[in-house]
């Protein structure tokens, strides 16, 4: 059960508060890092992590970091449903319930309802007392400063991804969150074309949530920044001719306007001419 210590707290944001109420129904091994809780609530990433700051102050939450055997650190989130009082800070987790790292290096995600479903999220288990173990095998994102003021074309170029895919179809406050990792994009000089179909191309199937995916590409294909001057050996790389159709044979050939035709027909009707 959830205290009203934590619903009546009054250092703790309204935003800290439900995020704290929503780690305690879910069931252990639930992933609750900044990625998925920013996936299931409309709240930026920002406000997010602030709360869970709050959480981890005021003794609902602890975040540990902890090295795997293969190498790979993880972040540990331990919730309590009763922070402890003493000045030593939240107690260790209890022995034995810890799995080991190496036979269990990734939570078990909880089930979440497709989009389109009608049906709402059944509630986990009850939370046990005292304190319980989430792993969360997620990094926290490391972001790069974004800009203050977003690029002008970022949030039409968001709207318009439903052009190359219907998929990406966007609701207007993902398109929010997601134009300033845009203008990052083409402030580095990106060609807007050119971000659409890095962001477009070869998408997973199925696809249950598009921002999602785009945020993850955002991140992970980031562009680096133009050199400020161009490589003296550097030549203009020419794209090449469109394919058109050929009047006379009907063939495909590459040439820079339509309504031509191809070298063989070309050459055939030259020799023609000439007899």
């Known amino acids: 059960m959830i205290g009203n210590h934590l619903l009546q707290h009054r250092e703790l944001s309204a935003t800290a508060i439900g995020i704290a109420a929503h780690i305690q129904s879910l069931p252990e091994g639930a992933p609750v890092g900044i990625r998925a809780l920013t996936d299931r609530f409309p709240e930026g990433e920002k406000r997010i992590s602030a709360a869970l700051r709050e959480l981890e102050r005021c003794g609902y939450l602890e975040r540990r970091t902890e090295r795997q055997a293969t190498g790979r650190v993880v972040t540990r989130t331990y919730s309590y449903n009763k922070p402890p009082t003493g000045p030593d800070g939240p107690p260790p987790p209890p022995p034995?319930?810890?799995?080991?790292?190496?036979?269990?290096?990734?939570?078990?995600?909880?089930?979440?309802?497709?989009?389109?479903?009608?049906?709402?999220?059944?509630?986990?288990?009850?939370?046990?007392?005292?304190?319980?173990?989430?792993?969360?095998?997620?990094?926290?994102?490391?972001?790069?400063?974004e800009p203050r003021h977003p690029h002008p074309g970022a949030a039409d170029l968001l709207a318009g991804l439903r052009r190359y895919d219907p998929r990406l179809l966007l609701a207007e406050r993902d398109v929010e969150r997601l134009a300033p990792a845009v203008s990052l994009w083409l402030d580095r000089g990106a060609d807007p074309e050119a971000v659409g179909l890095a962001l477009s191309a070869k998408l997973p199937e199925p696809m249950r949530s598009p921002a999602s995916v785009l945020a993850y590409r955002l991140k992970a294909l980031l562009p680096p920044h133009l050199p400020l001057a161009p490589v003296a050996s550097a030549k203009p790389v020419r794209r090449p001719d469109p394919f058109q159709t050929c009047d006379g044979c009907e063939r495909a050939f590459r040439a820079p306007y339509p309504g031509g035709r191809c070298g063989d027909c070309s050459s055939g009707a030259g020799a023609a001419v000439a007899a």
Do not use: I
Request: glycine letters at 6%.
């Open 96 to 145: 034995g319930r810890a799995p080991d790292p190496a036979l269990d290096p990734t939570p078990v995600p909880v089930p979440v309802p497709a989009p389109d479903s009608d049906r709402e999220p059944q509630p986990g288990p009850a939370p046990e007392a005292g304190p319980r173990r989430v792993p969360d095998a997620e990094p926290e994102p490391e972001h790069e400063h």
